[in-house]
């Protein structure tokens, strides 16, 4: 999830998937969506899940309405796109999860890529060459939903591949 | 926490630092090293305190002899030199604590800095200009030390700021 979308995507109101929240009512019956750590982490793994399947239909489970990515109010339909872009840009995409450390409501994770970006990738001329890097990224949940993330994507490691 | 060192450093054989050994042995009697989230965090602050007050006397009692940096085997040598050099190259170095997520025996930080780098900082021509950018990072904690660390430093954040 890095690169910068086409331009600020309208607030597209919606309904929401209720499914979600009921699950993590049931879990909190004090409502405050405060998630054990246990169900936060089984939590994110499904959203990977949900990033590796490109099923988008249910991204709404996992990625609050309001959600914000590096500062920008990215809103779910804009966070869809990112990801949508992130797909073209490579067709190989796959989220790996390498470590999790929960502390609810946040989480962070260290993901491994090990991809082929189909032209340039974060400005570099990758051309469909192999890489391997990873994404440091934090994430703030909000009623068993991503409200916050705050990523950064080693560049200087896909440099030091392409010499 | 970010260049290279000059070379690998030899280990050198040192006395251990005892003191922070017999504190994690006191708070955890069966000897496990396996800290509190809240002293985890607590003992991070103090290491990020050992970091702004150059105070390599105490270093060990922070960070491990066989600590590994991003892959490599620093040792707690290397990993002073990579300090003391991320200190000449930025004299008004200082790390800044914006997020922390602990669950023993791992932590992960975001930290934020807003520098003025002398020359090149990882092969940007920043050469004293004022820059502000983030680092996310995951360190893993061995009997109240830091064993291993995985850095991400946004270079894209400063790449844009050098426009």
């Not at 929401?16 to 089984?42: C, F, V, W, Y």
């Not at 988008?56 to 949508?84: C, I, K, Q, T």
């Not at 491994?112 to 570099?124: I, K, S, Y």
Request: with cysteine; glycine share 8%.
């Amino acid at each position: 999830m890095w690169p910068e979308p086409a331009g600020k995507v309208a607030a597209n109101p919606r309904l929401q998937p209720i499914d979600g929240m009921i699950q993590t009512i049931r879990r909190h019956p004090n409502g405050q969506g405060a998630m054990s750590k246990a169900n936060l982490e089984a939590r994110y793994r499904e959203y990977i899940d949900c990033l590796n399947g490109r099923d988008w239909a249910n991204l709404g489970r996992f990625v609050a309405d309001d959600v914000r990515h590096n500062g920008r109010p990215l809103a779910l339909d804009g966070y869809r796109s990112m990801l949508e872009n992130d797909y073209e840009q490579i067709p190989d995409l796959r989220f790996e999860i390498e470590m999790l450390v929960a502390d609810p409501p946040r989480l962070a994770a260290r993901l491994r890529f090990d991809v082929t970006p189909e032209a340039t990738f974060l400005g570099l001329p990758v051309n469909g060459r192999r890489v391997t890097f990873h994404e440091n990224v934090f994430y703030e949940m909000e009623s068993g939903r991503i409200r916050e993330v705050w990523s950064i994507i080693d560049k200087r490691a896909i440099e030091a591949q392409l010499g």
